[in-house]
């Protein structure tokens, strides 16, 4: 079941253009990564889908329902978190997240104090103490505490620390086990990696690449370490390796997925003595497209 779907969505800004023809689809119970560089159009899509901008062209749509004309009605079963959180100074973190909870028409008490004891947030001190990351923390537990179908997070983690990020995570895929869906825009692509189901790329307003993590994989390269009985020669020659570079007594360098069966029957004839394979990341995906300005691939990904 689709939750959240836009079609050829577009937006401009006089002869600027934010978005151009975006398409994107989450389903019931999925997370979906949303990833790109700054300036590639993830926060003006985010907020066409809140109903702060509208769109120009195309359509965006959430429960079915027009984000721009029934904005009122999604935000009953959304919960969104931005990337830099502001709340109001002189209300305590408890009162802050006790209003977003009635705002949704929740009451779970007993979620909301589980939260902030995993969080380690101290609910008692007024907003204008909070750093950054407490002010993240506030937002990320009266998102989660609330019952919502939807969770909307751009840059959810900015300003926490690796511990915390980890707790994070585990209520991201809490939410997912109980069916709920979710939109993680982020810049932390292991975070991406671990947590989501598919994930598309944004450059420049469109949408470059989408799909499941194995089937983005195809475009990126294999890590090769790789030590043999005689020297490895003329590796950097064959076809689909890349960053050839000597570590001792053994050659590191990168394979194309494609050519990796070609480059180990060549290695092979040398005698191995030891070989390490690390599989590629998101991370290489993501910079491969960004290094070679790749847009062979603009808006290949349909309906994501």
Avoid at 3 to 18: P, R, V
């Amino acid at each position: 079941m689709t939750i959240l779907e836009t079609k050829n969505l577009s937006k401009t800004f006089g002869k600027f253009s934010a978005l151009d023809g975006v398409n994107l689809n989450v389903n019931s119970g999925e997370v979906y990564g949303f990833i790109g560089p700054n300036g590639a159009g993830k926060s003006t899509t985010i907020r066409i889908l809140l109903g702060i901008l509208k769109a120009s062209k195309g359509e965006a749509k959430i429960f079915g329902l027009d984000a721009w004309k029934d904005a009122v009605e999604i935000h009953k079963r959304i919960a969104y978190v931005p990337g830099d959180v502001t709340l109001w100074p002189n209300l305590t973190g408890g009162e802050v997240i006790d209003l977003f909870m009635k705002l949704r028409g929740g009451s779970n008490t007993g979620k909301r104090e589980d939260l902030i004891e995993r969080f380690k947030l101290d609910p008692s001190k007024k907003c204008r103490t909070y750093s950054k990351g407490n002010r993240q923390k506030v937002a990320l537990v009266a998102a989660f505490a609330s019952n919502a179908d939807l969770y909307i997070l751009d840059e959810p983690t900015s300003g926490l620390d690796p511990l915390m990020e980890m707790i994070f995570q585990e209520c991201v895929m809490e939410a997912k086990l109980a069916g709920k869906s979710v939109l993680l825009s982020s810049h932390i692509l292991s975070e991406v990696e671990k947590l989501c189901d598919r994930v598309g790329i944004i450059r420049q307003g469109m949408i470059i690449e989408t799909g499941t993590l194995q089937e983005l994989r195809h475009l990126t390269r294999t890590h090769l370490l790789v030590e043999t009985k005689q020297p490895l020669v003329d590796i950097s020659s064959l076809k689909g390796v890349h960053e050839v570079e000597q570590k001792d007594a053994a050659v590191s360098f990168q394979v194309d997925a494609e050519e990796l069966a070609n480059v180990m029957k060549h290695v092979s004839g040398y005698g191995l003595i030891k070989l390490e394979s690390s599989p590629p990341t998101l991370e290489d995906l993501f910079m491969r497209h960004y290094d070679s300005g790749n847009t062979s691939n603009a808006g290949a990904g349909g309906e994501a």
